[in-house]
């Protein structure tokens, strides 16, 4: 899958020079193709402000970024069955990721790109547990190219540019920085998080999900999953996406590793319930039988309160992943995302009844 190596910037040289939106919604879809003369492109430039840096990135980015728009949705509030919509963009020649979260339960999914072309698709691959969607589409403008993957993981400061489509109006960008990495976010109504969450205070919205994070060089450093409150907004990281959209693209599914645990991070609080001699790592809750874990590692056998909240006592601390320190869930969580597959061998570095051990289990699938 050449167009996931990092580094990839040939849509840079392919950007186009000049861009105007055409308002979401205003042309039935076409079942084939392309909209006849439904292009908006030629304007007068000299009318057009300067605009700035991050002018440049918005036209050499957002041909590739697309509306997608959903039929056949439940709608939540109601019995009746609607639409529903957000945005995606181009990883490949034929293919456009989104979030999973919003081609769900949809039975037909069409795809507008800024030009105003219209273009029905496949959904090719879903995955829940990174919130990850591949659709292969019928048809892609000639201007619109692949977005390359971030080849260097974000930091706290850095500065990115959300682009989508929200609420299905014309392009839109909103700018900020990253202000958390490494996150880990609860999935609605799920038992399980997303990791390897990247945090940003761009202005996001729900019509901005599935829509593309973007650093200064225009490349891919997440893809938008939701807002999270004021000034707060998350996205499923390139890292994740470099191990996952492959797989949907290659096989429809993506395959995660798997412990069969329920864990918390040993925090101040958790290391004086616990008589540990550090507060770090993570402390084993729960075993669940007949996983990975059953046999390996011991969960904790009772509870007790500390400041308003229950606290486990006496399992097992996990220290270390293949050598590598995890001082609280998220670092666990990225760890196991990026790091691992299912069928791998895990070393594990534990505090056990007062003192530093191994073990070794082979990792499930989630």
Known sequence: MDDFRPGRRRFLAA??????GVVAGCSEPSTSGPIEGSSSHEIDRGNLADGSTFTDIYEAVIDSVTQVRVFGVSDPNSDSVGRGQGSGFLVDENHVVTNAHVVAGGEETDLQYINGDWTTTELVGTDTHSDLAVLETDHVPASATPLTLADQRPVVGQQVLAIGNPYGLEGSM???????????????????????VVQTDAGV???NSGGPLVDLNGNVVGIVNAAGGENIGFAISAALMQRVVPSLIADGEYNHSFMGITFMTVDRLVAEANDLPEATGVIVDSVRSGQPAAGTLHESPRTTTRGGAPIPVGGDVILELNGEPVPDRHAFSTYLALETSPGDTLSLTLWRDGRETTAEMVLGER
């Open 15 to 20: 950007a186009s020079a000049g861009l105007a």
């Open 205 to 207: 919205n729900p019509g």
């Open 174 to 196: 909103s700018e900020g920085i990253v202000s958390g990495v490494d996150r880990t976010l609860d999935a609605p109504e799920r038992e399980f998080s997303f990791p390897n």
